[in-house]
């Protein structure tokens, strides 16, 4: 079955950046595209942006360009995340989901914690 | 970018009982580009439904979706103790991808 294991919860100050990873077992993983969202604490879902690795063309949400990058390592069939720049409203749970066909989320991480606190 | 609105916030209602949880698109929706998730307390959100009214693999038939215009709608014919969550609709027609923001389901 689909397996998304996405790294621990991670703590940093202001200014610095963050980089989640999220490894992929049952899925064909280049072909496959990886999204990542995020839920504030008590809020709602948004989306971040995508990347297929066979494309390796990241897409970024307006909101997050500049700030966000995306990467994959098809030989370990991880997708990463990074966010630079921090702000406290980055605090939020991270979630990597998995869309097969359409850009709806199949299947989805636990969700890894990242607090910005000075 | 396409704003999806959801209502009502909060739907209150006993066990058996038929909820409507509505989405409504700021634009169209090209090929029926919605779908729908599940998120229960301290869980991640589980797809339902895809595609507006294409239910997931394992989706119990009492969740079903419809769609009118740019209005979507899903629906839990009778309402389980188990359905409380917050329910999201996604589009996934334009980037960037968007979220509603959520109806949380309570059950008396």
């Known amino acids: 079955q689909v397996q998304l294991v996405q790294s621990g919860p991670e703590v940093r100050t202001p200014g610095s950046s963050v980089k989640v990873s999220c490894k992929a077992s049952g899925v064909t993983f280049s072909s496959s595209t990886f999204h990542w969202v995020r839920q504030a604490p008590g809020q709602g879902l948004e989306w971040m942006g995508r990347l297929i690795p066979l494309l390796d063309v990241p897409v970024s949400a307006p909101k997050f360009q500049g700030r966000l990058t995306l990467t994959a390592d098809k030989s370990t069939n991880t997708a990463y995340m990074q966010l630079s720049t921090l702000r406290s409203d980055d605090t939020a749970v991270y979630y990597c989901?998995?869309?097969?066909?359409?850009?709806?989320?199949?299947?989805w991480g636990l969700g890894t914690l990242v607090t910005v606190s000075s | 970018e396409i704003v999806l609105t959801q209502s009502p916030g909060i739907l209150t209602l006993s066990p058996g009982e038929r909820a409507t949880l509505s989405c409504r698109a700021s634009?169209?929706?090209?090929?029926?580009?919605v779908a729908w998730y599940q998120q229960k307390p301290g869980q991640t959100p589980r797809l339902l439904i895809y595609s507006a009214s294409s239910r997931a693999t394992g989706i119990p038939d009492r969740f079903s979706g419809s769609e009118s215009g740019t209005d979507f709608t899903l629906t839990i014919s009778r309402l389980e103790p188990e359905d409380v969550a917050v329910y999201y609709c996604q589009q996934y027609s334009s980037s960037p991808l968007t979220f509603g923001g959520g109806t949380k389901v309570e059950v008396k």
């Open positions: 989901a998995n869309s097969i066909k359409l850009w709806y989320f199949d299947y």
């Open positions: 634009q169209t929706i090209r090929s029926s580009s």
